[in-house]
């Protein structure tokens, strides 16, 4: 499973990429607000600390206005990807990039048949958001199964993005039922290292280290 960092904070992407685990970025609209700087500026600025996908997402809600957003963004750098809506224009707007071999990320994926038509545009990623399906009392893991199962019916190529992901058993359960990628904050990153026995087991290592050296 590849690993996305789901931020726009510059300092959280080079503390991550210095972990030598992640493989992309992935941002919104409200990620991109929190840094206060223009989207353009920040894209251009992870392009040069990652080398991998990137994706940034239109503001547009209609066709004409994705693509020339689109466009735009994807001039920045060549690993950037187009994040579009899950609606009839974004799915139109899939379509269209993906003839033109541009890299595409749908997002706000909240059903299997949503997934449908992202696959059937040619989108590269698809995000379907767990945390916020967990958040209404639905169970996000099962959204990805499904997905999984669907796109492996037709041998469809479009990648399950697990996005919205709040902690590390979400990362454990996306992981089994076989996401390609997981979108994650650097704190939930943080806590896959983290087992109370290998705290535990290295304090035990070191005491009797430092108790057999110190005789
Ligand atoms: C990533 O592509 C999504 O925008 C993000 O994972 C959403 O996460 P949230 O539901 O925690 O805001």
Excluded: W
Excluded at 52 to 72: C, H, N, Q, R, T
Excluded at 86 to 93: F, M
Excluded at 187 to 201: A, E, Q, R
Aim: neutral net charge; proline residues 3%.
């Amino acid at each position: 499973m590849e690993f996305f960092l789901d931020t726009g904070i510059i300092a959280e992407i080079k503390e991550a990429v210095s972990l030598g685990i992640i493989d992309g970025v992935t941002t919104n609209p409200s990620l991109i607000a929190k840094t206060g700087r223009k989207q353009e500026d920040v894209i251009r600025e992870i392009s040069e600390i990652v080398d991998g996908p990137i994706s940034a997402e239109v503001i547009a809600l209609d066709l004409d206005g994705m693509i020339k957003e689109g466009e735009e963004l994807a001039k920045i750098h060549k690993n950037v990807v187009i994040k579009l809506p899950l609606t009839e224009a974004g799915i139109a707007a899939c379509a269209h990039f993906t003839k033109k071999g541009i890299k595409t990320n749908v997002t706000l994926c909240f059903s299997m048949n949503q997934a449908l038509l992202a696959a059937k545009a040619g989108a590269t990623y698809i995000s379907p958001f767990i945390g916020r399906l967990d958040d209404i009392g639905h169970n996000g893991n099962d959204l990805i199964a499904e997905i999984r199962q669907m796109y492996d019916n037709y041998g469809f190529k479009t990648k399950i993005l697990a996005a919205s992901i709040r902690h590390s058993a979400h990362v454990r359960e996306v992981a089994l039922i076989g996401a390609d990628v997981g979108t994650m904050p650097l704190s939930v990153i943080k806590s896959l290292y983290k087992h109370p026995l290998t705290t535990n087991g290295l304090e035990a290592f070191l005491a009797d280290h430092k108790k057999a050296n110190t005789k």
